[in-house]
């Protein structure tokens, strides 16, 4: 899937687009009521007609819009699910067991699984999760002999009311999806591991934390009003 990312910016750099790496932003700058600028950490100021923002919207009047009177109002929202993230390298034959998009739902106890991730804020008790195989598509995407995974477990969001021990839940959820996946015929992934990358909710301090603030550890984003918990 990350060639579909590379494919639009060689055409964006066909129109002349330049593309700024490894290029944190401090702030958004604004006159009058629209943004002029944006400010990188170095001090570097990038004059623009036009400022995107494609961060998460309470980190980006939290964050990047420091002093809009509509940052506090942030707070109050109501958010959606965060997820816990596995990113494996695998050793060994490709399973024809996975295809390029896999998603294990556990359907006999979905509402449950809901209640759970939205109004608990933790992992359900038998979580649904989805698994990208991109090498079913993309070979050269691992080496001949191994296998390239990543796995999405949903779960609450952070809540500063309700703590939740993500390293349990990160144990959890992992030891949930082996036993899945054993049940579709994988009983040996776990020894077959030979690279793991995680991404959790929480991050500790030099995990990233400033680039993941607080409010933006969820995966869907703010919920729409009067509606069930999604993603607007």
């Known amino acids: 899937m990350y060639s579909i990312i590379t494919s639009l910016m060689k055409i964006a750099e066909g129109f002349g687009a330049t593309f700024h790496y490894n290029a944190p932003v401090k702030r958004v700058d604004t006159a009058d009521g629209r943004a002029t600028d944006v400010t990188l950490e170095n001090g570097e100021q990038l004059r623009a007609d036009v400022v995107i923002v494609n961060a998460d919207l309470p980190y980006a009047y939290q964050e990047l819009l420091p002093g809009d009177p509509d940052a506090p109002r942030m707070d109050r929202l109501k958010y959606t699910s965060s997820t816990l993230m596995f990113y494996w390298g ?29 109004h608990e804020h933790l992992l359900p008790t038998e979580p649904s999760f989805y698994i990208h195989a991109p090498v079913r598509t993309v070979p050269e995407f691992a080496p001949p002999d191994a296998d390239a995974l990543m796995v999405l477990v949903p779960t609450g969001h952070l ?23 054993a049940c579709i015929g994988l009983p040996d992934l776990k020894e077959r591991i030979v690279l793991e990358e995680t991404l959790p909710p929480h991050l500790e301090p030099g995990q990233g934390r400033d680039l993941w603030p607080e409010s933006q550890r969820h995966a869907g984003g703010v919920s729409a009003p009067a509606q069930p918990p999604q993603a607007v």
């Open 90 to 118: 695998v050793k060994g034959e490709r399973t024809d067991k996975l295809l390029h998009h896999n998603v294990f739902l556990s359907d006999h106890v979905y509402e449950k699984s809901f209640a759970e991730i939205f």
């Open 159 to 181: 809540d500063a009311a309700r703590r939740q021990d993500f390293p349990e839940l990160q144990a959890r959820a992992k030891d949930w999806v082996f036993q899945r996946l």
